[in-house]
């Protein structure tokens, strides 16, 4: 790992874990925490999961959980103010959460030992609440990810807007392709923009653009629209093997290679580049080329890294 590089990607995310950490009381927004990221909430979202192996969400609710535990223990104060302060309209709402957290009900917990570990105690982020301080692990070891960085030039495409789980956009290609027959037209690459993160979005919501390379003069029938993908530079990463595969490449994409590569991750949808076809391909063989979009300028990152909390152990330390 290179360490310059690697504290400037995480020093965004490490500052909104404090923000965050630091206002456990506020009723934290996506939006909100993309904000202080400084990503888009697509972005944020999937670069968050990525570093943290947790949701913006369920983290902050295992944060508060874990600070009204440690409350119950020392602490003379009653089961619904803590629930209250959690962010829980009942002391029951409260109790559920914390049993699935826990094992066990916030009365038990009181007295309870040895203390149970509340569930996301392994997690790369860790509360300590009696002190304020979160710890945040750092990837370790290789990256193991062949990814080269490009700068893809102007695509002209035919598309169709896919809503809906993004496994089921192949009745949209299937459209693009007759349509592209009927009137003739020479097809190039075909490809695949996501606007939606799956962690964010309910399946049936997730937006994504099914495309076909393709140039012509002809108009195009209700539901398909020409348009042109703008040039720009992006990570590019190829994946072999089944379609299925490709959620968990993005995951290694963001949480292994991002933040050793001293990238910035533009405001642009993903873009996946199909390089053959299930059609005439077993499943195994399929080459996607995920293609990941960065700023024109590298090393932004790097510019804002001074005063990072990176401490020599490998772990963030916040609010120490």
């Not at 939006?31 to 972005?43: M, Q």
């Not at 490009?150 to 035919?158: H, K, P, R, S, V």
Request: with cysteine; proline share 8%; aromatic share 8%.
């Amino acid at each position: 790992m290179r360490p310059v590089t690697a504290e400037s990607c995480y020093c965004r995310l490490v500052r909104a874990l404090e923000t965050v950490a630091g206002r456990l009381d506020h009723p934290w927004t996506v939006e909100e925490v993309a904000a202080e990221t400084r990503f888009s909430r697509f972005h944020c979202q999937r670069v968050f999961r990525a570093m943290t192996g947790e949701t913006i969400a369920s983290l902050i609710r295992r944060l508060r959980l874990e600070r009204a535990a440690w409350r119950l223990r020392h602490e003379p104060i009653d089961v619904i103010e803590v629930a209250l302060d959690a962010g829980y309209n009942s002391p029951e709402a409260f109790s559920r959460a914390f049993r699935r957290g826990c094992g066990m009900s916030p009365s038990r917990y009181r007295t309870a030992w040895p203390l149970p570990q509340f569930a996301g105690s392994e997690a790369r982020v860790r509360y300590e609440p009696c002190e304020g301080r979160l710890e945040f692990d750092l990837p370790k070891g290789d990256i193991n990810m062949e990814v080269r960085i490009d700068t893809l030039a102007a695509i002209e495409i035919a598309r169709i807007r896919h809503v809906g789980p993004y496994n089921e956009v192949g009745p949209s290609f299937e459209r693009l392709f007759g349509w592209a027959a009927s009137i003739g037209a020479e097809v190039g690459r075909v490809l695949t923009l996501s606007y939606d993160d799956p962690d964010d979005v309910r399946a049936e919501n997730l937006r994504s653009d099914a495309c076909l390379e393709t140039r012509t003069d002809a108009s195009p029938p209700p539901g398909i629209t020409l348009d042109t993908i703008e040039a720009g530079r992006y990570a590019i990463y190829t994946h072999r093997g089944p379609y299925d595969g490709i959620a968990e490449a993005y995951q290694l994409l963001f949480w292994r290679w991002l933040p050793q590569s001293g990238e910035d991750i533009d405001d642009r949808p993903h873009m996946e580049i199909y390089r053959n076809s299930p059609v005439d391909t077993p499943p195994g063989d399929l080459l996607t080329d995920l293609c990941l979009p960065l700023r024109t300028t590298a090393g932004s990152w790097a510019n804002r890294a001074r005063g990072s909390p990176l401490g020599p152990s490998g772990a963030v330390n916040l609010g120490s």
